[in-house]
């Protein structure tokens, strides 16, 4: 027997939603309702909770089918708009990953090392509707006799698109710094020498698994906003690691779970998958996520009532760091603070600055709200939890 007060189900919450009558706020707003009337009233008020992020997310790629020639052709080589594309799959299948660069990139070209263009555009090249050329090599079989293939093709004329990403949604990341006396670039970007600034990279509030910190509703299964359409998780990501230090409310305090996700490509947005790259990092591209949290109890009201003050992760020093180890935290730090545009270190005022959008990861809670409150969403029930870290009671 469950000592809550409260106490919901996916499908009675599913049946408030196709009946119009579920509320739905979103985890910004979900702040001030908890912290105003307590857990218990909150998880009686309200039925879902929407989350989002947009940031760069590099373990991320697509599986395509690039249809069948005349005669058929076993591809062993595929270029998309000069990105190698990965074809070692069958005759015209193939994965193009988001941080593989062009390879006759003109800025590599000045400045090896240094690219513009990589897998995470011809994504949003493709989602835009824009053609681009598509070329293919193969060893030629009896039953695929073709050797090469080359051609414009658009998003539309791929059989099968599927968006595939390994690790989104990173819960929690650190803060990067830099203490050396020379500019270093990474994923992070760019950071000055001597302090000079501070990225992170995580949505505070907003981000889908603060506000889960044990995934008690997410799982394999679990249906979510995923580049302007609707995707899936399909398993922990290639990075899960929950078992991390957590605050008393079980948040995190440095990188810990990540998911893998997949959805339809055909229906997503360059609004929400757009190609960026990183000054002497590389190519990447940045993904917009989303996830809704069921009210099922008063815990998941408290869970998902956190705010940007009760969130923390570590200062990290990237110019010794890495790429020698994770380091040791230089302090902690507050998302509120973070947001606030400086943190303090050893007495000095560091400016900051987010490599996620928070404007954009509030824009995606509000789509997903909406897009719940018109019976056009439904919560996807989880066939299996993601590891959670979470040691068991008594």
């Given at each position: 027997?469950?000592?809550?007060?409260?106490?919901?189900?996916?499908?009675?919450?599913?049946?408030?939603?196709?009946?119009g009558?579920?509320?739905?706020?979103?985890a910004?707003?979900?702040?001030?309702?908890?912290?105003k009337?307590?857990?218990?009233?909150?998880?009686?008020?309200?039925?879902v909770?929407?989350?989002?992020?947009?940031s760069?997310?590099?373990?991320?790629?697509?599986?395509?089918?690039?249809?069948h020639?005349?005669?058929?052709?076993?591809?062993?080589k595929?270029?998309?708009?000069?990105v190698?594309?990965?074809?070692?799959?069958?005759?015209?299948?193939?994965?193009?990953?988001?941080?593989?660069p062009?390879?006759?990139?003109?800025?590599?070209?000045?400045?090896?090392?240094?690219?513009?263009?990589?897998?995470?555009?011809?994504?949003?090249?493709?989602?835009?509707?824009?053609a681009?050329h598509?070329r293919?090599?193969?060893?030629?079989?009896?039953?695929?006799?073709?050797?090469?293939?080359?051609?414009?093709?658009?998003?539309?004329?791929?059989?099968?698109?599927?968006?595939?990403n390994?690790?989104?949604a990173?819960?929690?990341?650190?803060?990067?710094?830099?203490?050396?006396?020379?500019?270093?670039?990474?994923?992070?970007?760019?950071?000055?020498?001597?302090?000079?600034?501070?990225?992170y990279?995580?949505?505070?509030?907003?981000?889908?698994?603060?506000?889960?910190?044990y995934?008690?509703?997410?799982?394999?299964g679990?249906?979510?906003?995923?580049?302007?359409?609707?995707?899936?998780?399909?398993?922990?990501?290639?990075q899960?690691?929950?078992?991390?230090?957590?605050?008393?409310?079980?948040i995190?305090m440095?990188?810990?779970?990540?998911?893998m996700?997949?959805?339809?490509?055909?229906?997503?947005?360059?609004?929400?998958?757009?190609?960026?790259?990183?000054l002497?990092?590389g190519?990447?591209?940045?993904?917009?996520?989303?996830?809704?949290?069921?009210?099922?109890?008063?815990?998941?009201?408290?869970?998902?009532?956190?705010?940007?003050?009760?969130?923390?992760t570590?200062?990290?020093?990237?110019?010794?760091?890495?790429?020698?180890?994770?380091?040791?935290?230089?302090?902690e730090v507050?998302?509120a603070?973070l947001?606030?545009?400086?943190?303090?270190?050893?007495g000095?005022?560091?400016?900051?600055?987010?490599?996620?959008?928070?404007?954009r990861?509030?824009?995606?809670?509000?789509?997903?709200?909406?897009?719940?409150?018109?019976?056009?969403?439904?919560?996807?029930?989880?066939q299996?939890?993601?590891?959670?870290?979470?040691?068991?009671?008594?």
């Amino acid at each position: 027997m469950s000592n809550f007060q409260v106490n919901k189900t996916f499908e009675q919450i599913n049946r408030k939603i196709k009946e119009g009558r579920a509320v739905v706020v979103t985890a910004e707003e979900m702040v001030g309702i908890v912290r105003k009337k307590g857990a218990v009233r909150a998880a009686k008020e309200v039925d879902v909770v929407t989350t989002g992020t947009f940031s760069p997310m590099c373990s991320s790629g697509a599986f395509i089918n690039i249809g069948h020639t005349k005669p058929g052709i076993k591809a062993a080589k595929i270029w998309l708009n000069g990105v190698p594309t990965y074809a070692g799959l069958a005759a015209v299948d193939a994965f193009i990953g988001a941080t593989e660069p062009r390879e006759d990139d003109p800025l590599n070209k000045i400045y090896p090392g240094e690219f513009l263009y990589g897998g995470g555009h011809v994504i949003h090249d493709l989602v835009a509707g824009k053609a681009v050329h598509l070329r293919a090599k193969a060893y030629g079989t009896h039953c695929y006799p073709k050797r090469q293939a080359e051609k414009k093709v658009c998003l539309d004329d791929f059989p099968f698109a599927q968006l595939c990403n390994p690790r989104n949604a990173y819960q929690n990341y650190n803060c990067a710094i830099n203490l050396t006396n020379k500019t270093v670039f990474t994923y992070m970007g760019t950071l000055k020498p001597r302090m000079g600034n501070a990225n992170y990279c995580t949505s505070g509030q907003l981000s889908p698994l603060f506000n889960d910190p044990y995934y008690r509703t997410i799982g394999i299964g679990t249906r979510i906003f995923l580049g302007g359409g609707i995707g899936y998780v399909i398993g922990p990501g290639t990075q899960h690691n929950p078992d991390v230090p957590r605050t008393a409310m079980g948040i995190p305090m440095s990188p810990a779970g990540t998911l893998m996700v997949t959805g339809d490509l055909k229906q997503m947005s360059p609004r929400w998958l757009v190609g960026v790259s990183m000054l002497g990092y590389g190519c990447s591209m940045a993904v917009g996520l989303g996830l809704p949290i069921p009210i099922l109890n008063e815990e998941m009201a408290q869970f998902t009532g956190i705010g940007d003050d009760e969130i923390v992760t570590q200062v990290v020093d990237y110019g010794a760091a890495y790429p020698k180890g994770e380091g040791e935290s230089i302090r902690e730090v507050t998302y509120a603070e973070l947001r606030s545009g400086q943190i303090e270190i050893s007495g000095r005022m560091v400016k900051t600055a987010p490599l996620s959008s928070y404007v954009r990861a509030r824009e995606i809670a509000t789509i997903l709200k909406q897009w719940i409150e018109d019976g056009r969403f439904f919560l996807g029930h989880p066939q299996d939890r993601l590891p959670s870290g979470e040691k068991p009671s008594g």
